[in-house]
DNA sequence: ACCTGAACACCGTTCAAGT
DNA sequence: ACCTGAACACCGTTCAAGT
């Protein structure tokens, strides 16, 4: 049932279950995840709140098809046209989703909260599994690659979002307060680099250099077959 | 102010203050984030929960300061002795902060909506700094690795906890019902270690070793001073 | 200085009732 | 089949009032 709807907004019927997904996606772009309730969405939607659970199952299911809206977005973005360099394949995904996550801050602490598995995020996952593929990693260890690299995308998009790179910025003012310096001898040693600010696209390219080398090595570990 | 409290709560006079955030983080052990209500809190500490609100702030104020005693816990744990090889060091680091989320699954969640700078968290960061310098990546570096560092663990954590790493077990229901395995060519090929169960504690070490030598590689860059 | 009671403007969700 | 109104049991937070 679910299911049929799923795919009928594939092919691009605009089901009722998708316009009250727009307008609670629309709410937490504008105004933020705490504002999306049922009853600002069911307003949105020109509907009373109680009309939302024949569509939605509860607040959670909506939290969830959220989710699953933008994981429908991210192959597409992508887009890697087949036979493509997998380091290129691995990148355009990466920065797809640091993109999306920029375009939709509340999406990045979300994807960490629930099990989301939709059709969507399973298509995004295959595209990492074939590139991974390619890179010559043995298929054993493609799973474990793929949750590693995932993690570190949607964790490095969420700390940017969510704040807790901001922590790099106030070092200073800690260091310079409650805290004797001596209790923090590396920040000491690091000071003058820790003074100068983050470019965080650059920061993002730079991990994702070292994560491919990474993968090479694991590759070279073992001899392709 | 509330430094003073912090400071004061470090030599072990317990403030009204700590006996708030025990209560809020035995009633979040026990019942989840989601019960964590001032009111509940209230209740617990045997007052109103206007009671409260000298005390902490608001409740974000009180989240944060659950957070921060957390991060009081973790370089404790982790009691690296001085002149200790800085492998083992981050091992040591990794492995008390996941055990920390597996006691307190509602911290990884809460790690990445909020920018929780306390003092405890700042000295958990020099552990970590002071491992990396040890390990003769330049230092100009060692900011950047930290946070690609923690930002795994964290996000493995968060993953493990929130159910994200779940999808993996039910990829096989996923892939024989709605989806065609055509759209899946990458999972096909993977099927025979997509449906074994996957042993987390194994994984992360597998990661953490990866990752180890993803740093010996950047210190290889460029020879030591 | 510290706490309380009542109140305000919200929540998610259920259920009987309407058409 | 789909929507509504009223109601239930909650929220975080403010504020005047108590001691």
Redesign the interface.
Known sequence: MR?RT??GSRRGETSRRDEILDAAMAIADERGLDAVSMRAVAERAGVTAMALYPHVRSKAALLDGMLGRLFAQLPLQAAAPAGQDWRQQLRDLAHAARRLAHRHPWA??L???????T?D???A??????AL?DSGVP??E???LE??LS??V???A??EK???????D??RR??G???PAT?????A??A???EEP?DWDA?FD??LD??R??IE??AARQPPA
Chains 1, 2 share one sequence.
């Open positions: 299911n799923e795919e990045a602490g994807v960490f909260s629930r099990a989301s598995i059709p995020a399973v298509r996952v295959d595209q990492f599994y074939a593929l298929a054993a493609v799973p474990r949750r590693l993690t570190f949607l964790g490095y969420a700390s969510g704040g807790r790179f901001g922590a790099a106030i070092n800690i260091r307060g409650t805290l209790e923090l001898p590396a920040h040693l690091l003058r680099w820790l983050v920061e730079a991990d070292d994560l080398r990474l090595g694991v």
